[in-house]
């Protein structure tokens, strides 16, 4: 079963950096493209990267492109967001979630996301 | 990258059926056959309950089932059961290797 653990998130002043990470298990973490979903307080789900299965491509929502990098190493079973310049607008609970054959994405069923709040 | 357009809520009686629409272009919903569902509880991660527009995954009660047509995908929950109340999103390929959600359906079940 898909074991997907996010951390990382707490509050932090605009402007500023914050690397989040998602702790997998439960599969063969090395053979799956990887995303990182977030939803805003009372908002919907916005899908925001994706990255490979060997990190050889990496592909970003516009509205973080060019600020926040996804990343992952695979003999650690982790995969990595790091968000800078961040805005208030990028408060959300952010969700790590493995790919499917067909884009479908794959939630952990006990991930309860990670928190990041952009306030000063 | 605009949202897919849902309705933001609908509802129905127990044993009824409803259907959520998930409306998109010719460049997403309508180009590829990737869309998927999925089922939010307050407060918990979102759950795949639709895949490649009709496939369940296991465990998924066959109550849920899903289509297309043209740029809009649809998901119908027959037989309405209290527990089914949730909020629904759906999601496509949308090239590139990226992917874009609706902006959900909140279902009530009266």
């Known amino acids: 079963q898909v074991q997907l653990v996010e951390s990382g998130g707490g509050v932090v002043q605009p402007g500023r950096s914050l690397r989040l990470s998602c702790a997998a298990s439960?599969?063969?973490?090395?053979?799956?493209?990887m995303h990182w979903v977030r939803q805003a307080p009372g908002k919907g789900l916005e899908w925001v990267a994706v990255?490979?299965?060997?990190?050889?491509?990496?592909?970003?929502a516009d509205s973080v492109k060019g600020r926040f990098t996804i990343s992952r190493d695979n003999s650690k079973n982790t995969l990595y967001l790091q968000m800078n310049s961040l805005r208030a607008e990028d408060t959300a609970v952010y969700y790590c979630?493995?790919?499917?054959?067909?884009?479908?994405?794959?939630f952990g069923p006990g991930g309860q996301g990670t928190l990041v709040t952009v306030s000063s | 990258q605009s949202a897919l357009t849902q309705p933001a809520s609908v509802s129905g009686s127990p044993g009824q059926s409803i259907t959520i629409s998930c409306t998109g272009t010719?460049?997403?919903?309508?180009?590829?056959?990737?869309v998927s569902w999925y089922q939010q509880h307050p407060g918990k991660a979102p759950k795949l309950m639709i895949y490649?527009?009709?496939k369940r995954p296991s465990g998924v009660s066959n109550r849920f089932s899903g289509s297309k047509s043209g740029n809009t995908a649809s998901l119908t929950i027959s037989g309405l059961q209290a527990e089914d109340e949730a909020d629904y999103y759906c999601?496509?390929?949308?090239?590139?290797?990226?992917?874009?959600f609706g902006g959900g359906t909140k279902l009530t079940v009266l």
């Open positions: 999601c496509s390929y949308a090239g590139s290797s990226t992917s874009l």
């Open positions: 990255i490979w299965y060997d990190g050889s491509n990496k592909y970003y």
């Open positions: 010719s460049s997403d919903v309508g180009s590829y056959n990737l």
């Open positions: 439960g599969f063969t973490f090395s053979s799956y493209g």
């Open positions: 490649e527009v009709s």
């Open positions: 979630a493995r790919d499917g054959s067909g884009g479908e994405l794959w």
